[in-house]
């Protein structure tokens, strides 16, 4: 009886401890590697944040690319592509992304490679496409849903995961 009660002790302040992890960050925007998605910043802000690009590509959009080295998967190389925009002062702005590797953290508090879970930890809104192997995707956007289903939800990230929950890559692409 004792163990049961520890057991179930030990389980409460872990839900909690994570629930309280989750309340410590800032959920009311999108940002990578601590920038805004839709705001300006310079060109050293985006170093800063990234570091120096491997090269840039146009494709529909411009893209700073980063190449990764894994050594922990079966690929060798990935790369991570932040598409931007940018005004007559020569700032960026963020307009897509597309992130495969671990070095690029989304809103302080998710990872490709975290489960899928810490989604839901952020609030807002959630949509989620699930195939019948187990993977899929989910949808997230800052707010809550005034329950009136006109969502743009083109304009929000999604969250690729795999058959395990393990999350695969991130995306924020429109046309």
């Known amino acids: 009886m004792k163990a049961l009660k520890l057991i179930s002790i030990a389980i409460v302040s872990i839900v909690l401890t994570i629930t309280l992890d989750a309340q ?20 050293e802000q985006f170093v800063e944040a990234f570091g120096e690009p491997d090269y840039i590509q146009v494709v529909m959009h411009n893209y700073f690319v980063y190449v990764r080295n894994v050594t ?14 940018s005004n007559k002062d020569g700032e960026y702005r963020i307009d897509t992304y597309f992130i495969f590797s671990d070095q690029i953290v989304f809103n302080d508090y998710i990872r490709v490679g975290d489960h899928v879970s810490k989604v839901f930890d ?23 849903d005034k329950g009136n289903g006109q ?12 058959e395990n929950g393990i999350i695969e890559y991130i995306e924020l692409y429109y046309d």
């Open 24 to 43: 410590e960050y800032d959920f009311s925007s999108q940002r990578i590697n601590g920038l805004e998605v839709g705001k300006f910043y310079t060109e």
């Open 151 to 162: 969502l743009d939800w083109t304009l929000y990230p999604a969250f690729y995961y795999d």
């Open 122 to 144: 952020m609030g807002g809104t959630t949509l989620e496409c699930k195939n019948e192997d187990g993977s899929g995707y989910i949808v997230w956007g800052p707010f809550e």
């Open 72 to 85: 922990s998967s079966a690929a060798e190389r990935i790369e991570d592509s932040i598409g931007f925009v």
